[in-house]
């Protein structure tokens, strides 16, 4: 069953993405590609979000295959999207990845593991209603900040 | 040209200003201020709202250490975040009281020095002196770290601490900016200890805020990007959509915050709800400014 969902979701990233390079775009397929990656959390972090804010109704079977995805997205292997050479010193405003990403130090890797972890505790309560969502969310959020801050630059 | 008679104004005006009354360096009433006894408990949540540690930890060291080290790029040179744990050579372990409330309140060192604005204290002077007693007490709890303070590294004439004396004298107002309405809770937060407008308001040349854009958005002080503009005009969120962000770090539409905001969400996330309400309260009140 989880096979056949990450197959599915592994799909439709795959169909993601090959619309988004075939749309025509000059744009570096690196950065397309992670973007696209974020914009799929951010999707699935909607739909739990928006259940644990009340603008939703809570429906379990929504809030784990969210859940689930989110689980998933952590386990692809994005090594050829995150690459030196394609952040905003090199690109400019086509990306608000900074340098600091790929430079020694840096803690990426090890923020994509507690992502990961907090993502597993999220599924692993997503079906027990909305109040046990809402405490499994802030972990997740505050991974995606963590990284956010030292490494992605502010809008322009 | 104009920063070449930026720097040629500020280079004659500091050089006169050493000797000129309205810029010396001033100091509150000591008597009055070492009589105030602190509440350490208490004083946490000023230091989390205030950041201070955003600014203060050394940047390859222990996160609960306010060892320094940090380093802040700005037009006019080099900062370097000072020691501020309690150690007593290297650090402020040996101040009074007296010498922590003229830092945060008139940005005046225990030598009678000028501190540089890039300390955000003409924010901080804002706080009561329950409250910066309080983070007083609350610092004193922290661990030490010997190491050295570093100096700046600031192009002349910006490295003359008395032509400070002449930024203060044009900007340094420790009056409320806007009216208190129904936020009075919530501006004492935004205006003093949290230091929004820092970040969100843009500045003159000199470094001044420019009070008649407040909270307009910015170039950010990372000297990367620009912050969000807030006033009502440019910021549509509901005042829950602001108190969950300041909560959670998630905006409305579920993207999370990063950059320099991210140290501040560490800092509102562990205030009371209420007190999250009452900032939001003072953001969808801000006069509409583009």
Known sequence: MKFLLTLALSATIAATASTAFAGGHDGNPAVTARKAHMQIYQHNLTILGNMVRGNADYDAAAAQAAADNMVILTTLNQSTYWIPGTTNAELGDETRTLPAIFESGSTAREIGGQLAAATVALAAVASDGVEAIGPALGPVGASCTACHRPYRISRN | ?290
Not at chain 2, 107 to 122: E, V, W
Not at chain 2, 182 to 196: F, K, P, Q, S, V
Request: proline share 7%; aromatic share 10%.
């Open chain 2, 1 to 290: 040209m104009r920063r070449l008679l930026i720097i040629t104004a500020f280079g004659a005006i500091a050089t006169l200003a050493g000797g000129l009354w309205v810029t010396r360096p001033l100091t509150v009433d000591a008597d009055t201020v070492s009589a105030i006894e602190g509440n350490a408990a208490a004083g946490e949540m000023v230091f989390a709202l205030g950041s201070c540690a955003s600014c203060h930890t050394s940047p390859d060291g222990d996160k609960a250490v306010l060892a320094g080290g940090r380093e802040f790029t700005t037009d006019f040179g080099t900062f370097v975040a000072p020691n501020i744990s309690p150690d007593m050579l290297n650090g402020i372990g040996n101040w009074s009281q007296v010498d922590f409330f003229n830092a945060l309140r008139q940005g005046t060192s225990p030598d009678g020095k000028h501190y540089f604005p890039a300390f955000p204290y003409a924010s901080y002077a804002r706080m009561t002196d329950t409250d910066v007693a309080n983070l007083w007490a609350y610092m004193a709890t922290l661990p030490s770290s010997d190491q050295p303070s570093q100096s700046h590294r600031l192009t002349f004439p910006f490295n003359m601490r008395a032509g400070v004396g002449v930024w203060k004298a044009l900007y340094f107002r420790t009056a409320f900016v806007q009216p208190a309405g129904d936020t009075e809770r919530g501006r004492y937060l935004a205006e003093a200890i949290g230091h929004c407008a820092e970040c969100h308001t843009p500045r003159t040349a000199l470094g001044g805020l420019q009070n008649n854009r407040w909270m307009a958005g910015a170039p950010d002080p990372s000297g990367k990007g620009k912050t969000p503009g807030l006033s009502p005009a440019q910021l549509k969120w509901s005042a829950d959509d602001i108190a969950y962000y300041l909560e959670t770090g998630l905006t409305p539409d579920f993207d999370s915050a990063g950059g320099g905001m991210a140290a501040v969400i560490e800092g509102t996330s562990k205030l009371p709800p209420e007190d999250r309400a009452a900032i939001a309260a003072y953001i969808k009140a801000l006069p509409a400014t583009e």
